[in-house]
């Protein structure tokens, strides 16, 4: 079912418009990215700028007041194409998904166990092949499955809850993976084996998306990163590229809010996604605006030299420089 050649997963000019009571939320506008198998797609940005609603696009999981423009291509289908059936049979078999919030993602009135190994079969495995690959994902991140499979989901914790469904993305050969948060609540030793886990299956051939707020562990992970920012993607770059040298005013102001950066929170309020500014949504915050930047909203355009960087901004030079290199004027004032 998974054309050969086709990247585990392509998005061209998605917009996601949510309908409200307060009118039209613009969750999402005019995004395009592509993630060849094989690698890492890290996407960043503050709370609210779209992450866990691109997953839902991709999963085609939104609620029904929403608009949805463009189009995505899961290994080579349009999953807008497919009936819910054939849907439902496509993620299960071809989709690893992480949720955000383990706690809502597990059926509750299932036993772990049956559930897991139902799931782990939708994905082509034999029961006992299931069984091994399962019980040796738990056994690393220090779950025994026989101890955990009569209980259901709410007699276990959020951190084993979390690591429940971190294992069950390593079983199969999903061709895309997509974790939203997959590190939550885990303490440092648990994050090492998780980004192991992620490794592993790039290393299998997956595309896997993680969405993270942890930019540790985006700079852990590698591969590409995508910056977000009230809805619009503003940088896309070579993740060690963005750690070096931001090519987004708001990449720069959130590598400077790190504690070994400075701590320097970026000033101002995220963007109000139900009346976002003419221009560009950082313009408010940012602190090298030029008149250009009030509006229309600038287009994603390569970054001189580096072609395999995109950038929404109207700087003519982006900030390119180590991060928070001209922030330490205002840490002085
Ligand atoms: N069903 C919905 N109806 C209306 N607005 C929504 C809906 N779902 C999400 N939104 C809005 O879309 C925006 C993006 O939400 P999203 O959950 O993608 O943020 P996020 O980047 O994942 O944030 P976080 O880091 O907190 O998880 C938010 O302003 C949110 O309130
Ligand atoms: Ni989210």
Known sequence: ?????????????????????????????????????????????????????????????????????????????????????????????????????????????????????????????????????????????????????????????????????????????????????????LDADLVDVTAAQLRQLTGRGAGVLVITHDLRLAQRLGGRLALLYGGYLVESSPTEEFFAAPAHPYGDGLLAALPERGGLPIPGQPVELTAPPPGCPFEPRCELRIPDCAGPVPTPRPVPDQPDRHVRCYLPAPPMVPATAHRSTDAAR
């Open 1 to 185: 079912m998974t054309a050969p050649s086709a990247d585990p997963l392509a998005v061209t000019g998605l917009s996601v418009r949510f309908q409200t009571r307060a009118g039209p939320v613009a969750a999402l506008t005019e995004i395009d990215l592509r993630l060849p198998a094989g690698e890492f797609l890290v996407v960043v940005g503050e709370s609210g700028s779209g992450k866990s609603v691109l997953a839902s696009a991709i999963l085609r999981a939104l609620p029904a007041n929403t608009d949805l423009a463009g189009t995505i291509s899961v290994a080579g289908h349009d999953l807008a194409t497919l009936d819910r059936a054939a849907l439902d049979r496509f993620r299960r078999s071809h989709l690893a998904y992480i949720p955000q919030s383990p706690a809502t993602a597990l059926n509750p009135v299932r036993r772990v166990g049956s559930l897991l190994l139902e799931l782990a079969r939708a994905r082509g495995l034999s029961p006992a092949a299931a069984r091994v690959t399962l019980r040796q994902a738990l056994a690393e991140l220090d779950l025994d499955l026989d101890r955990i499979a009569r209980r259901y989901p709410h007699q276990l914790s959020g951190g084993m809850q979390q690591r429940v469904l971190n294992a069950l993305a390593m079983v199969g050969d999903p061709a895309l993976v997509i974790a939203d948060e997959p590190t939550t609540g």
